[in-house]
């Protein structure tokens, strides 16, 4: 499961998307945020990895 919450960032002349992705611990069956700051080009992959 992913929860798609992008929000741009402006560093410089650097360009970047912070991605928050909601995913489920196979032990307890929680539920855990992961955040990550990477190039807007390469958020659908971070998204769609489990």
């Not at 995913?23 to 971070?46: C, H, M, Q, R, W």
């Amino acid at each position: 499961m992913a929860k798609k919450s992008v929000a741009s960032l402006q560093t410089g002349a650097k360009r970047l998307t912070k991605a928050i992705k909601m995913v489920k611990s196979p032990k307890s069956g929680a539920y855990t945020f992961v955040e990550t700051i990477l190039d807007p080009s390469n958020v659908k992959d971070f998204l769609s990895k489990k």
